[in-house]
């Protein structure tokens, strides 16, 4: 019998085994992979991330593969496409927000030179490196989460709130949340 290495409980499917063995936790600089995160974890606001990475290639083609200039650029024949489109999660608020935050994204990176720039700088350029023994010791949110959903807001971002904040923070590689008796929490701490 083949040994399994040790790994966070959560990811308990084949799918979550995956993205929790090739994603989760490491660092994301790319822009797109940054605004694909930020509008993938508004999407899941209510719902499972699995149910959410089922849906993320269709994601990926029905938003332009995350392309934030032309996701702006989206009107009322897009949305009402979107709505209809069963590959996603068909949620008004969520396809508005997706537009608008795409459209925040491109001010942020005017301003900044680059999203990445602007975002990496919370956690001062480098992950947070946690240690968490138990999932149950792993926060919703914490104070740089808050501080992040604060100043996303202020700049017209939605669906930022500090929890969505903390989970794009794991997902993005802002933070290392694996416990640390997890095989990715060494790799990725190194």
Not at 77 to 87: C, F, V
Not at 126 to 138: C, G, V
Not at 163 to 184: E, K, S
Request: glycine fraction near 8%; aromatic fraction near 12%; charge should be negative.
């Amino acid at each position: 019998m083949i040994e399994q290495p040790l790994r966070c409980e959560w990811a308990e499917s084949e799918l979550m085994r995956s993205y929790h063995d090739l994603e989760w936790g490491c660092p994301v600089h790319s822009e797109r992979g940054l605004f694909e995160f930020l509008i993938l974890e508004g999407a899941q606001a209510g719902l499972s991330w699995e149910t959410i990475l089922r849906k993320r290639e269709a994601y990926r083609a029905t938003f332009d593969n995350f392309e934030p200039v032309i996701v702006a650029g989206y009107g009322e024949e897009k949305i009402s496409a979107l709505l209809s489109d069963a590959g996603i999660v068909r949620n008004r608020l969520k396809i508005r927000a997706a537009i608008s935050n795409a459209a925040a994204f491109l001010k942020v990176q005017a301003e900044f030179g680059s999203f990445d720039r602007y975002i990496w700088g919370f956690v001062g350029g480098s992950p947070i490196q946690n240690q968490f023994t138990s999932i149950k010791d792993i926060p919703a949110q914490t104070i740089i989460s808050c501080e992040m959903s604060k100043d996303l807001q202020k700049r017209g971002f939605r669906f930022v709130g500090p929890t969505i904040c903390y989970a794009f923070m794991q997902a993005a590689g802002l933070v290392n949340d694996h416990i640390q008796a997890c095989f990715r929490y060494q790799e990725l701490g190194e």
